[in-house]
């Protein structure tokens, strides 16, 4: 992605000088373009010094505004999205998974899942401090059977995070996780959550790599063939994510549901970057429509007069990526 964290102080003024427009109703003195090229081609970087020099120059905090109007504003939620620290917005992500109007699992496993581990370590702090509660014993509180344990074990792998994946451990925790599916008359529940726990994501990875490898087959497909009842198919959605993210999200993105326009900001404006090609290659798989597409249909479906700006800035990053 391009990233414009090196520009001169001037053109930070000039980007404050249209976001403090647009935020102060001055809608006509906008430069839609521009304001498009703010949040597409700045990096975190360049986010954070905008933010910065917005609040020295006009007393006001750029977050707050945004805040202020993101529920009713696609542009103010994906501007939001892109400005604060990605462990500060996934704490957020987390607390009104779980405290929200109802529990949102989906977005729980999406956060848990597919975030580095040392980010993992990241958001918990930022939960604790944000909220003065722990993430581990709120989610304890609020969900419940296999994908309570499962989800406290990856939250507990973070603590594990390291450098590159070792092979020859993978090998063994293949087996075991094998032993734990075939062993018994059922899941060996207990076995699977603690290999999940003492494994970061990436370990995990390539855990799952060497199961095939020995067995023939993805670890999924022996959950599948085995008598694992709700404990089993929990375990392979939460699995399913961290092997194949970009599938998770493009099922994600097909699903209709009344939260799909939120879904699809977050998961451009948070997986740009990151593997945003491979979802909408997954999307496009199973759909025959590209992203872009989607975004233009699903913001112009309503009345939002900053419908352009969001379409623009989404669609940016899709192709940027």
């Known amino acids: 992605m391009a990233s414009s964290s090196t520009q001169p102080p001037r053109q930070y003024e000039q980007d404050c000088h249209i976001l403090h427009c647009y935020f102060s109703g001055n809608i006509g003195a906008i430069n839609n373009k521009k304001l498009v090229e703010i949040f597409v081609n700045g990096d975190s970087n360049a986010l954070k010094v905008v933010r910065q020099t917005y609040s020295s120059r006009y007393g006001q905090d750029l977050l707050q505004l945004m805040s202020n109007v993101q529920r009713n504003n696609s542009f103010a939620r994906i501007a939001y999205l892109r400005m604060v620290e990605p462990h500060e917005r996934d704490a957020q992500l987390m607390r009104h998974s779980l405290f929200g109007v109802s529990l949102n699992l989906n977005t729980l496993i999406e956060v848990a ?87 970061n994501n990436g370990q995990v990875r390539a855990i799952l790599s060497s199961y095939k490898q020995l067995y023939g087959h993805e670890f999924r497909k022996s959950i599948k063939r085995s008598k694992c009842g709700q404990f089993g198919k929990e375990l392979r959605v939460v699995i399913r994510c961290i092997q194949h993210p970009e599938k998770f999200f493009a099922k994600q993105l097909r699903m209709k549901n009344a939260d799909g326009r939120e879904i699809l900001i977050r998961t451009v404006v948070t997986r740009s970057g990151i593997d945003i090609k491979g979802i ?12 872009e597409n989607l975004v233009i249909r699903e913001l112009n479906s309503c009345k939002d007069k900053t419908n352009d700006i969001a379409v623009g800035i989404l669609v940016g990053l899709i192709k940027s990526c």
């Open 113 to 199: 899942c597919t975030r580095p581990s040392s980010e993992l370590l990241r958001i918990k702090q930022a939960y604790q401090t944000r909220y003065n509660s722990d993430l581990e014993k709120d989610l304890t509180m609020k969900v419940n059977g296999g994908f309570k344990e499962i989800l406290l074990a990856v939250l507990k792998s973070c603590r594990n995070y390291g450098g590159k994946a070792d092979m020859s451990l993978a090998m063994c925790d293949a087996k075991t996780l094998y032993e734990a599916l075939e062993s018994g008359k059922n899941i060996d529940q207990k076995t699977v959550t603690s290999v999940l726990s003492q494994r």
């Open 280 to 291: 909408n290659k997954a999307f496009v798989a199973k759909t025959g429509s590209s992203l």
